[in-house]
């Protein structure tokens, strides 16, 4: 198994600020994958972090409202900006299991709320 | 497009009784399906998985079947107890490397 570090674990921020938020694994991963669970829903990927090139945005998600950091193999960044308060949801890291690319861990989760 | 659903949203039973949560997928190049058990407030766990090449796989109290064909998948919980309840999603992933979740189903076990 993947051990995923995820933080903040979470954050209440203004709205129109930015918060970046930070996924470390403790192996390297090929891919690395962003989701949002709204509150009583189920999850919804925002992108593919591919180490090396942009990542993979998913429809309805653009990278100047999520951009993505993915500098090496092991870690990860999401960035969720100029936040409104239809942004406050979570927001889980996700990495692939042994050496196939599926998600199948999450980190702790990041608990946004946008006032 | 991708899609997964899932039911039933809710579903309760006794204890030691089984549950069934059933799913479809839309993408028939999916070749590989898990299933996530999520409590309050926690992130999901992964609890069982099965590959496109394999029918049916059992882990204890657990075992998920899948038929390519109908493009159905299913997870069998037997003896249920009240630590079994949280949320389960089923999920699918699709030939791009993506994986879609169902919608998730509300497991009540009552004593």
């Known amino acids: 198994s993947a051990v995923i570090s995820q933080k903040p674990s979470r954050d209440i921020c203004q709205r129109g600020t930015s918060l970046t938020i930070q996924c470390q694994v403790d192996s390297q991963v090929t891919m690395m994958f962003w989701y949002r669970q709204q509150p009583g829903q189920s999850l919804t990927l925002i992108a593919t972090?591919?180490?090396?090139?942009?990542?993979?945005?998913e429809s309805g998600f653009v990278i100047d409202k999520f951009p993505i950091s993915r500098p090496n193999l092991t870690f990860s960044t999401l960035t969720v900006s100029n936040m409104s308060p239809e942004d406050s949801s979570i927001y889980l890291c996700?990495?692939?299991?042994?050496?196939?690319?599926?998600?199948?861990?999450f980190g702790q989760g990041t608990r946004l709320t946008v006032v | 497009g991708e899609n997964v659903e899932q039911h039933p949203s809710t579903l309760s039973v006794q204890e030691g009784d089984s549950a069934v949560i059933k799913c479809t997928y839309s993408d028939s190049a999916s070749n590989y399906f898990p299933w996530y058990k999520q409590e309050l407030g926690k992130r999901p766990q992964l609890i069982i998985d099965i590959r496109s090449n394999v029918g049916e796989k059992k882990d204890q109290r657990i075992a998920v079947t899948l038929n390519k064909t109908a493009k159905h998948f299913s997870l069998h919980i037997t003896e249920t107890q009240p630590e079994d309840s949280a949320v389960y999603f089923c999920a699918a992933r699709t030939g791009g490397f993506k994986t879609i979740f169902g919608a998730g189903t509300r497991l009540f076990v009552k004593a």
């Open positions: 972090a591919n180490q090396g090139s942009e990542a993979t945005y």
């Open positions: 996700s990495v692939g299991k042994q050496a196939i690319n599926t998600e199948a861990f």
